[in-house]
């Protein structure tokens, strides 16, 4: 099988649950070795595109291909091989609590492999020092931040070095400063793996701005933008102008102070009473 990049081709795609279709004949490019956003209202089916890609979610038709791979018409054997090339880091990291983080990011590779235990311990630890979490190799989850334990589940999906990786809203959840390190992390780690073509489902149209080469947006079900961030910054689209634009409203809302003035010396006056 080819591991030079791989593209991701998505081509009239339709999928739901049960009667229900979420995706309706989507189709897209994300390009090889580049990482592309994806964007897109609450509830229009990112998570569930996620899902198809990963073949949690059976579509209803349609086409993906993958490294030139169509991955809905694989045997169900090959599409399992193929699926180790797969990197994810799940929205909270989804660390095994009994295992400390050098046991749960040597993982992937003690399930695949028969390397020697020290052969993996270092290949945990050097891709710990990546996420800049080799101090911490002896922690439980459980003992850690939510920023670490999602750096902790990104070394875990880039210890195998996989081709293509999806990250699941990696920096939700993040205050600002933290986010932005995420952010950081993942364009260090894309310098150091240029091949890896990796998709991140975000809300947040700053990361975005950081992180993104191509940028995908959903709406009802449908690609309603595919491009450069720069081109994103350029359309003249209605639907993606009220959408960036209610995005930044969001965050202008999220920074305001959320009491007002009286409610705040009516609270003072009785924390001094
Ligand atoms: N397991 C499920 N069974 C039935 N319907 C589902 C299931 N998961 C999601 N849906 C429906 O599919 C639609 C898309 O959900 P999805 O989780 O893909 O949205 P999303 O874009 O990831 O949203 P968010 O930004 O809130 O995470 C929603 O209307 C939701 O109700
Ligand atoms: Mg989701």
């Known amino acids: 099988m080819n591991v030079d990049a791989w593209n991701i081709s998505i081509r009239n795609l339709n999928g739901g649950y049960g009667g229900r279709v979420v995706l309706e004949d989507l189709t897209a490019e994300l390009p090889a070795g580049a990482i592309t956003t994806l964007l897109g209202e609450s509830g229009c089916g990112k998570t569930t595109l996620l899902r198809l890609l990963l073949g949690l979610n059976t579509p209803l038709s349609g086409q993906i291909f993958i490294g030139g791979h169509d991955i809905c018409r694989m045997p169900p054997a090959q599409f399992h091989k193929m699926r180790r090339r797969f ?52 922690f439980y989850p459980g003992e850690l931040s939510g920023g670490m334990r999602k750096r902790a589940g990104l070394a875990r999906a880039i210890v195998t070095e996989p081709p293509v990786l999806f990250c699941d809203e990696p920096t939700s959840g993040l205050d600002p400063i933290t986010a932005a390190q995420m952010d950081q992390l993942l364009l260090d780690m894309h310098a150091c793996y240029p091949q890896m073509t990796t998709l991140v489902v975000t809300h947040d149209l700053g990361s975005m701005a950081r992180i993104a080469e191509h940028v995908l947006v959903l709406h009802a079900g449908k690609t309603a933008f595919s491009g450069t961030k720069e081109e994103l910054s350029q359309t003249r689209d209605p639907y993606l102008l009220r959408f960036l634009d209610r995005q930044f409203e969001e965050s202008r809302r999220m920074a305001a102070p959320p009491l007002n003035n009286a409610v705040r010396s009516a609270l003072e006056e009785w924390l001094n009473d």
């Open 87 to 138: 990197g994810v880091l799940f929205q909270d990291g989804a660390l095994i609590s009994s295992l400390t983080l050098e046991e749960d990011v040597a993982l992937p590779l003690m399930e695949h492999t028969r390397l020697p235990r020290k052969v993996l311990q270092e290949a945990a630890q050097r891709t710990l020092e990546l996420v800049g979490l080799e101090r911490f190799a002896n």
